[in-house]
């Protein structure tokens, strides 16, 4: 006899059969906790697994360089491209039959500056901007060259001043000065040409700002300007054209009878999405302009010198992004001057246009623009894509609305954006607009004068 646990006396034949249900009781429980310790092992890699796929996948959608951040783009372009197929009801797209000019020539631009009495010499302006002395001010002297001239292609740009109380002055070139800016009397009109081969195959535009008014465009040696009834030159603007093949040429090669726009971007620029916009624009022969936060501009010269390499307008932000509303007049003058240098520095030109942060305005913020010879762009078109950050968001904001002479507000900081202009700026050239910088637009709409808010440029 045999003993169990609780010292009861059991058979021998039982003992065995307790021995055996011992023997499965204790296997099972092996059993349960293997699969126990099993389950726990599981549970521990799948909470590894998921924390890391979870850092992965946040880095890929910050950086948007993974796999999550791909698809997110390529899905945020697919319904920008649906966007931009829509066609507002009641309209037919338009497509546009574009002149081509001469084929066998680059483009080539004017670089001008001023002498503005009292004030001094300007930096220099670029091809079809505008030259305007500040309000109360007025030009005495003048000086311009060439930009991107096709090698071994002979001549240059000439141009002569007619000078109050003195007449029409000899013809001078390369950046030579024509007036007089050691004295005080004001220009009263203007005439320019091309020399050499280069009058074969270019036009040069221009027009003066006179008694608050802007002259039609001149060209190849017309007077431009009244002289001789007491009317002073307060701004100039000057443009080279290459000829067409048939039919007329205009300044900017822009076509006056057919729709423009201007697409605007603030606030950068930046390293990402302002490149890609340079190439769409470049790609479609389409121009912007880009309204620059000083502080910026040092740290992106070769993207600035782009912008003025492909006939973009590079314009003034403030150099903090400073609102005109809340900070003392001597401040926003610095605000803009150190603008205005940076980017000349950077990009050899000088901007003429200054966009108010936020929109905001005030008559004293105005006189100042005004004091420094700018005029102040707002816009008729707000894509608000820096609240979104949704390009089909933003080409709907554009499409849905535009209308021929449209200003349009993006900000050139974010990829949604420039996923959305690689859209926008092909469907729009698509649609009939031509694609042109704030200047160009008011070159044909009446113009713009210094200390002025402008938000739209309609026929």
């Not at 574009?98 to 002498?115: C, N, Q, S, T, Y």
């Not at 201007?262 to 624009?281: E, Q």
Request: aromatic letters at 6%.
């Amino acid at each position: 006899m045999i003993k169990d646990n609780e010292n009861v006396e059991v058979p021998e034949e039982e003992d065995f059969e307790l021995q055996k249900q011992r023997e499965r009781r204790k296997r099972k429980a092996q059993r349960q906790s293997q699969k126990v310790r099993t389950l726990q092992r599981m549970l521990c890699i799948g909470a590894v697994v998921l924390c890391v796929g979870t850092v992965v996948l946040a880095a890929e959608m910050i950086s948007g360089k993974g796999t999550g951040g791909t698809a997110g783009r390529e899905s945020h372009k697919a319904g920008a491209v649906s966007a931009a197929m829509r066609v507002p009801d009641g309209e037919e797209r338009q497509t546009a039959e574009v002149k081509r000019p001469w084929v066998d020539v680059p483009e080539m631009g004017a670089l001008f500056g001023i002498h503005v009495q009292g004030k001094g010499w300007s930096n220099y302006f670029a091809d079809n901007a505008y030259g305007m002395a500040p309000v109360g001010g007025y030009i005495t002297a003048i000086r311009a060259t060439l930009h991107n001239q096709p090698v071994g292609m002979s001549g240059t740009i000439e141009y002569q001043v007619n000078l109050s109380g003195s007449g029409w002055l000899d013809w001078e070139t390369n950046a030579n000065e024509a007036g007089g800016a050691l004295g005080e009397m004001p220009l009263e009109a203007v005439c320019m040409r091309l020399t050499g081969e280069l009058a074969e195959h270019y036009d040069v535009f221009y027009s003066v700002l006179q008694a608050n008014a802007w002259t039609d465009w001149m060209k190849n040696g017309e007077e431009a300007g009244k002289p001789g009834v007491g009317l002073r030159v307060d701004g100039i603007r000057v443009s080279v054209a290459r000829k067409q093949k048939d039919g007329d040429c205009y300044a900017g090669e822009i076509d006056p009878s057919r729709p423009m726009v201007a697409l605007t971007y603030d606030d950068g620029p930046s390293k990402n999405a302002t490149p890609r916009i340079l190439a769409a624009l470049k790609a479609s022969g389409g121009r912007a302009t880009f309204f620059m936060v000083g502080n910026r501009v040092g740290k992106h010269g070769d993207v600035i010198r782009q912008m003025v390499e492909q006939g973009c307008e590079v314009a003034n932000h403030t150099y903090d992004h400073t609102l005109m509303t809340k900070v003392k007049p001597e401040e926003l003058e610095r605000q803009l001057e150190l603008t205005n240098q940076a980017v000349a520095d950077t990009g050899g030109v000088t901007p003429v246009l200054m966009r108010p942060c936020g929109g905001a305005t005030n008559d004293v913020g105005m006189g100042v623009a005004g004091a420094i010879s700018m005029p102040a762009i707002l816009w008729s078109i707000d894509t608000l894509d820096w609240k979104t950050k949704d390009a089909s968001a933003t080409i709907s904001a554009v499409l849905d609305h535009v209308k021929d002479g449209d200003i349009i507000l993006m900000h050139d900081l974010y990829d949604a954006t420039a996923d959305a202009s690689e859209v926008l700026i092909p469907e729009l050239v698509k649609r009939g607009y031509q694609l042109v910088t704030v200047s160009e637009l008011a070159s044909y709409r009446g113009g713009m004068t210094p200390g002025k808010s402008y938000y739209k440029f309609r026929p």
